[in-house]
């Protein structure tokens, strides 16, 4: 079965300094993409940052990277110069080719609380 | 303005009466789905649909029904609610969610914040 995890519940980040979330991911499915979510207290769900299992670089959006390491099956997201406006749960997701897309598996999630 | 419209948006309601909560997209997409939030759980999919008339389980469908006799609209049905299925509920779409290579981004309502007495 397919599995996300995420294995940091909280984490807490100065104004302007970079923060790593951590996202791990079992299948045995050569084809996946990889997702991270934003959701803000207000409940709405951002979508921020996709990896496909075939991309040979690492996803970039703005100050959002994706440290894939394709060998240890982890998508880490990378926040660079936090901003108090990042505090929020981030959800890392995945979906397999072979379904057609059709499932997208979620984590736990992580809150991050950034501080002035 | 391209968005995914749920209705109600929070809802206290009694054990065993039924309740639709609706969902409307106006991008003409061909994938809906429906998730369920709970703490410590993240979020987990109840139900999706590839287009008009194909629904299948996803991986938390007991005690929900879906119909998608348009394709704007995927309404999640709960014949008897149960204080399980107090949760926080998001409807999804996406023209696929991978096309060609291509990111589908997948499109998420606001929320419906359901209680079931």
């Known amino acids: 079965a397919q599995k996300i995890t995420q294995t940091q519940p909280g984490m807490f980040v100065q104004e302007k300094e970079a923060v790593t979330l951590d996202c791990t991911y079992d299948?045995?499915?050569?084809?996946?993409?990889l997702f991270w979510y934003k959701q803000p207290s207000s409940g709405e769900m951002i979508f921020l940052i996709y990896?496909?299992?075939?991309?040979?670089q690492n996803a970039t959006e703005g100050r959002y990277s994706l440290n894939f390491q394709k060998a240890r099956k982890s998508a880490n997201l990378v926040i660079s110069a936090s901003q108090l406006g990042d505090s929020a749960m981030y959800f890392c997701?995945?979906?397999?080719?072979?379904?057609?897309?059709?499932?997208?598996?979620f984590g736990t999630g992580t809150r991050l609380l950034v501080s002035p | 303005e391209a968005q995914v419209t749920q209705n109600p948006r929070y809802l206290i309601t009694v054990t065993g009466k039924k309740l639709t909560v609706t969902c409307s997209q106006n991008?003409?997409?061909?994938?809906m789905s429906w998730y369920r939030q709970d703490p410590g759980l993240g979020l987990r999919q109840i139900y999706y649909?590839?287009?008009?008339?194909?629904?299948d389980k996803g991986d938390v469908p007991e005690g929900y029904k879906v119909s998608r006799k348009e394709k704007r609209n995927f309404p999640l049905i709960l014949e008897s609610p149960s204080p399980n299925q107090t949760s926080l509920y998001f409807c999804?779409?996406?023209?696929?969610?991978?096309?060609?290579?291509?990111?589908?981004?997948?499109?998420f309502g606001e929320g419906s914040r359901l209680t079931v007495l």
């Open positions: 299948t045995s499915d050569p084809s996946y993409g």
């Open positions: 649909s590839m287009n008009v008339e194909v629904t």
């Open positions: 990896q496909g299992s075939y991309d040979q």
């Open positions: 999804a779409s996406s023209l696929s969610l991978v096309l060609a290579g291509e990111i589908g981004e997948l499109f």
């Open positions: 991008m003409n997409h061909e994938y």
């Open positions: 997701a995945m979906t397999l080719t072979n379904t057609g897309f059709q499932k997208l598996v």
